[in-house]
Each structure stands twice: as C-alpha cells, then as structure tokens.
C-alpha cells in the first residue's frame, strides 16, 4: 500500500482545517494551499471531492470557504481514504473458477494485511494526527533549546 500524493495533500489541508476548527470560519483554498505548500488548482479538485464524501462542507460569499462537516475527533484517516481512492472493505467475490491451493493462500494473507491496514486506518482521526503533530513541534523546539 502506498500514499498517494492525492491523499497526502487532502491529509494535509484537512489537518489544517482542524487546527482552525474551533474559530468556526471557513478556510478559503488559497489559505489552505499556503500553509501547506499545496497547489490551488489541485486543492480545489481534491476538497470538491471531499465534499461530495461528505468530509468537509462549503460556503459561498466572501467570508465562504470550506470548513469540516464533522468534529476532528469523529474523521478518521480511513474516512478520508475511502472518499479518495475508493476502498473497497468487502471480501472480494468467490470467481466461478476453482482457484489453486497457492493462489487461495496468497489471497487469504493479502485480504488479512489490508484488513489490517484499515484497521489501523481506522484507529488514528484528524485530532489525533493535530495532537501528534503538535507534540513533536513542542519536542523539537525543545531539543534546540
């Protein structure tokens, strides 16, 4: 399993949504893009897409932007995952063919390593990448102390 840049860019945008979550307002992209280095263009598709998933919400007018359609602690990392790149949790449907002993076995061992991932997936939420995030910021301000 590898990051795509796609969700590594949604990652970032909405952890900083989260961190401006408690204000209340909206971000506007071309905020989002610079604190995170993030093309506008490409923000711009990639919240589209969050939106429709149901991640984050907009706003029209001159105070509108996007903001997230759910408290932090209640996204998880999979939510957003799911949204992007389509994951698929379900067993995979029995083939009308009979399949070999070795390849049933290399099918077992690869569904149970991406249960395993989602699961993991499952576990982290944007607050606790904010929180993790803001711990080592403060431990590498004091390492250079």
């Known amino acids: 399993m590898e990051l795509s840049c796609k969700s590594e860019y949604a990652i970032l945008a909405l952890l900083e949504m989260t961190t401006h979550y408690e204000n209340g307002e909206p971000m506007q992209i071309r905020q989002i893009a610079a604190q995170q280095n993030i093309p506008d263009r490409y923000l711009e598709q990639l919240l589209a897409t969050l939106r429709r998933g149901g991640i984050v919400k907009s706003q029209r007018g001159s105070k509108g932007g996007y903001f997230l359609a759910r408290e932090p602690w209640k996204i998880s990392i999979f939510d957003i995952f799911e949204c992007l790149e389509g994951l698929d949790v379900k067993n995979p ?38 929180e993790q995030r803001d711990l080592r910021r403060q431990l590498d301000i004091m390492y250079y102390i």
């Open 93 to 130: 449907e029995e083939d009308s063919q009979p399949k070999s002993v070795d390849s049933s076995i290399v099918e077992e061992i690869w569904r149970e390593a991406c249960q395993a991932a989602n699961s993991v997936l499952q576990k982290y939420s944007l607050q606790d990448l904010c």
